[in-house]
């Protein structure tokens, strides 16, 4: 069964401190994985994108790597601000689909604290 | 910023009745997408299209039907709307290759009284 598994569930951070998510996943066989950020009542923008070949990609304060091996991925947040609370979303995508099926993690909540 | 767009973002509505959300996008996608999510839950696929004249139901089986009678516009109908109906619907499109994006619209928040 194609899944993603985010933790922690929620996280609180005080501004200017680093964090890192969690993503895994047992989607197969495997097209890309993307993190998206989601601002309560927005819909998700999407903040990075890797495929099977790309271990780490990079969008300003936010670094993604990904190990296709063990089927992981984090999303690091630099210098965090208070704009960085939000849901952050792990999708992955599945090869197999001409639909370009996506695969939704149920998001981990980050609050950042001044 | 991709050019999707939901109406109305906000609706509360009486049970019985019969409403569209809209959604719209000027990317020129082929693929759009309806998904509905509740809070802090993953979003869930319930309607997609392929192009014009295509729809397909999704993984999440839903009361809603869909259209696709131009390209730039997807747009969602309950009949007859009930409580459990209360949610948030999301709509994408999809760019295609090399990336297979997905961009999504603000999402039409529904309250069914």
């Known amino acids: 069964k194609n899944q993603v598994e985010q933790s922690p569930q929620s996280l609180i951070i005080l501004e200017g401190k680093n964090c890192t998510l969690q993503c895994n996943y047992t989607v197969s066989p495997f097209s890309n994985l993307r993190w998206y950020k989601q601002d309560t009542g927005r819909g998700p923008v999407s903040l990075t994108i890797m495929t099977f070949s790309e271990n780490t990609k990079s969008n300003g304060r936010y670094t993604a790597t990904l190990d296709a091996d063990t089927k992981q991925s984090s999303l690091h947040i630099t210098a965090s601000q208070l704009s960085d609370s939000a849901s952050y979303i792990c999708?992955?995508?599945?090869?197999?689909?001409?639909?370009?099926?996506?695969?939704f993690g149920r998001g981990t909540q980050l609050t950042v604290w001044p | 910023e991709a050019d999707i767009y939901q109406t109305p973002r906000y609706l509360v509505i009486g049970t019985g009745k019969k409403i569209t959300l809209e959604c719209s996008q000027t990317m020129g996608h082929d693929k759009m997408y309806w998904y509905q999510q509740d809070p802090g839950m993953e979003l869930h696929l319930i309607h997609y299209s392929y192009g014009v004249n295509s729809t397909e139901k999704g993984d999440l089986s839903s009361e809603s039907t869909v259209s696709r009678i131009r390209t730039e516009h997807f747009p969602l109908t309950l009949e007859s709307a009930r409580p459990s109906h209360t949610s948030q619907y999301l709509c994408a499109s999809l760019n295609g290759q090399p990336n297979n994006e997905q961009f999504f619209g603000p999402g039409t928040r529904l309250t069914v009284l």
């Open positions: 999708v992955v995508g599945d090869r197999g689909s001409t639909l370009g099926r996506l695969y």
